[in-house]
Structures are given as structure tokens and as C-alpha cells.
């Protein structure tokens, strides 16, 4: 009974050792999904940002960061330098009525403290999602829209790329009473000869 029984577990044993050893599989760095290799910068740009850097070029990093810069610090020369012109014009013409970009950045910040729920500074932003679908419902919504507007031909013939981006924003209060967090924001980047605008 004794041998019996020990055949059985050494047969148990014959048939499921490989199984029970750990499957490895190795992926290349560029097999990864976005997120798998995330950098974080605090000095170098505007505000600090984090980012996966196989999927976003410092350039476009840096098109970002001044971007949500310019809105938090009312800099109208700083989002005039990045802010896609024609989305601009028409938020400050049909939109919102403004007299000129400098009313609408003051309008941008004071939409996000009444969000935030009082005057902010970004510690960080983060790029949590990157996609390039021209057919992905924000990316495409936007599209859309500037080939609407667009007077002389489609805006989307005269781009070079498009991109849509979650953002993740970390802040403190400037009155020094903590600090919070918003998600899913998001931001359209153009890329336009070589030069990238930011639009949300």
C-alpha cells in the first residue's frame, strides 16, 4: 500500500512540475504599454511634470507645462507662445466675447480656482494616458470642431500630428491650506511645421 501510494505522488509530482514553475516572459522596453517607464521632472519646465519619455518628446513636454503654466500664472505671453491660435481666436471671439487673449487667460484661471476651490500652484501634472487615434471620441470631438471653424481649409489637413492627453493634477492652495488633487483632464496637443500648440 506504502509503494502504491508512493508511485502516485511521484508520478503527481512527474507530471505537474513544470507546471508549477514560473512562466517568464521578457517584453523589450518598447513592448511596454504607456506608463511602464514614467519620469518625473520638478526643475526643468514650468511646472513639474511627469511623463513616460518613450511616448512624448521633451519638446512636447515642454508645450505642456507652459501651457498649464501660463493659465496658473496669468501669463498672457507664455500661452500666446503655445496656446493653439486658432482655438484661441475662437474663444475669445465666439465663445466668450473677450477683447483680447489677456482676458481670456484671467477667465482660464479663475474657471480653474472656482474648480480647485480657491487660488492653486500646480506641484505636478501628470500624463497618465497618451493617444494618437484621430478616432478616439475627445481627440476626434476636437478635430471636428477646428476643422468647423477653420476658414481657409480643414485644420486637420494642415497638421502634422495630433495628440490627446489625461492629466492628473497635483496642487497646493496658495493660502496655505493643503493641497489637493484633480483627475481626467484633459488636453489636446497639435503638432503644426514642426511647432506644438496646446488647446483643452
Known amino acids: 500500500m506504502i509503494k502504491k501510494l508512493a508511485c502516485v505522488l511521484l508520478s503527481c509530482l512527474m507530471l505537474t512540475g513544470c507546471a508549477t514553475q514560473k512562466q517568464q516572459t521578457n517584453y523589450t522596453e518598447e513592448e511596454l504599454p ?13 511646472v513639474p511634470i511627469t511623463w513616460d519619455r518613450r511616448f512624448l518628446s521633451e519638446e512636447q513636454v515642454s508645450a505642456v507645462s507652459d501651457y498649464i503654466a501660463a493659465i496658473q500664472n496669468n501669463d498672457t505671453e507664455l500661452y500666446n507662445s503655445v496656446a493653439l491660435p486658432l482655438y484661441t481666436e475662437y474663444q475669445i471671439q465666439k465663445v466668450y466675447d473677450y477683447k483680447n487673449t489677456e482676458e481670456l487667460v484671467n477667465a482660464l484661471h479663475e474657471g480653474l480656482i472656482g474648480q480647485l476651490a480657491d487660488d492653486f500652484r500646480f506641484t505636478m501634472i501628470l500624463v497618465n494616458e497618451f493617444s494618437l487615434d484621430r478616432n478616439s471620441g475627445g481627440l476626434q470631438a476636437m478635430l471636428d470642431l477646428l476643422d468647423n471653424i477653420s476658414t481657409d481649409k480643414k485644420f486637420s489637413d494642415t497638421i502634422q500630428n495630433a495628440w490627446a492627453l489625461e492629466l492628473e493634477w497635483e496642487f497646493s492652495y496658495n493660502n496655505g491650506e493643503g493641497n489637493g488633487r484633480a483627475e481626467n483632464q484633459y488636453l ?8 506644438y500648440y496646446c488647446c483643452m
Open 34 to 46: 504607456y506608463g511602464a517607464t514614467m519620469k518625473s521632472d520638478k526643475t526643468s519646465y514650468a
Open 188 to 195: 489636446y496637443l497639435f503638432q503644426i511645421d514642426n511647432k
